[in-house]
């Protein structure tokens, strides 16, 4: 049997991941939630030093960088108010970074986010952050719509274990792969790690 080709290629419409001199940096949702918090992710601190990685390559460039922050519920999952709401201290924004606050996974639904790329002037996006299968997958769909190029670095992504509809677990490890392929197969362009981009 051959290996089967992603619907990018069959369609004639995929193309190459983007380097972080040609792109806007998107860091979804790098929110203390998944560190300590209820959510909390097994593969968090290996995708945090990825993001910082592509933060760090970013701003030596002077390259436009996009943090979202996800405003959940007061007294519960990500309190805008309470510490698990904030920013990962290590990938917080500097002053002039641009901010973008949702209330949904998908990123672009009842926000700036759209306007706030336009102005970056970049086709081309760099996504990373949290959680795969909601917030990074939603946004980076959502992406296509508005014409957008998406380069999605798997390493620097992560997400957690989900319970299945028989009751059992999906592990983090395989809803991330699985996200991941499916991402890349109509979506995005995927590369394993930061360092590829850099």
């Known amino acids: 049997m051959s290996q089967p080709l992603s619907m990018l290629k069959i369609s004639g419409r995929g193309y190459p991941p983007a380097s972080i001199r040609q792109s806007t940096l998107l860091i979804i949702d790098a929110q203390e939630e998944y560190r300590s918090g209820v959510l909390a992710l097994p593969e968090l601190d290996a995708a945090v030093a990825q993001i910082r990685m592509l933060l760090d390559a970013a701003r030596n460039l002077g390259q436009p960088i996009v943090h979202v922050r996800h405003l959940g519920v007061h007294g519960g999952l990500l309190d805008p108010q309470g510490p698990r709401g904030q920013f990962l201290p290590e990938l917080a924004p500097l002053p002039g970074e641009v901010v973008v606050e949702k209330r949904m996974p998908n990123a672009f639904a009842g926000t700036e986010l759209h306007d706030r790329l336009q102005a970056c002037g970049r086709l081309d996006i760099i996504v990373c952050g949290f959680m795969t299968h909601s917030s990074v997958s939603t946004t980076v769909r959502a992406a296509k ?54």
């Not at 499916?182 to 790690?193: I, K, R």
């Open 145 to 198: 719509d508005y014409g957008y190029r998406c380069t999605l670095v798997d390493a620097a992504c992560a997400t957690r274990d989900i319970p299945t509809p028989e009751s059992g677990v999906l592990s983090a490890r395989d809803l991330h792969r699985v996200e991941i392929a499916a991402l890349g197969d109509n979506f995005a362009a995927v590369v394993s790690q930061a360092q590829a981009l850099i």
